[in-house]
């Protein structure tokens, strides 16, 4: 129901694009979230965003990571720029607060 997408490995100050493609039944109901999870660290809420364009982000991504959504493709988009090693991570997509099994995510590495 979850399908990431996108991740890969980028030098310092890099940027990426991450997709996630969700059925339409949960796309159009819930708030979306991209998550992370580092190694040894617990998942994370990076940001969110409702359905009219609102946005939260956590403190550490904020300026940096922008959250859209495209309702027509039943897709969010998590683009990061300014990365830094600290933001490698496996990103998820899910809602908020989280309702639905953990697709497989995606890689960000961030490294020289």
């Known amino acids: 129901q979850l399908v990431e997408s996108g991740g890969g490995l980028v030098q310092p100050g890099g940027s990426l694009r991450l997709s996630c493609v969700a059925s339409?039944?949960?796309?159009?109901?819930?708030?979306m979230g991209w998550y992370r999870q580092a190694p040894g660290k617990e998942r994370e809420l990076v940001g969110d965003?409702?359905?009219?364009?609102?946005?939260y982000y956590t403190d550490s991504v904020k300026g940096r990571f922008t959250i859209s959504r495209d309702n027509a493709k039943n897709t969010v988009y998590l683009q990061m720029n300014s990365l830094k090693p600290e933001d490698t991570a496996v990103y998820y997509c899910?809602?908020?607060?989280?309702?639905?099994?953990w697709g497989r995510g995606t890689q960000v590495t961030v490294s020289s």
């Open positions: 899910n809602t908020v607060p989280n309702k639905f099994p």
């Open positions: 339409a039944s949960i796309f159009s109901t819930y708030v």
């Open positions: 965003i409702i359905s009219g364009g609102w946005t």
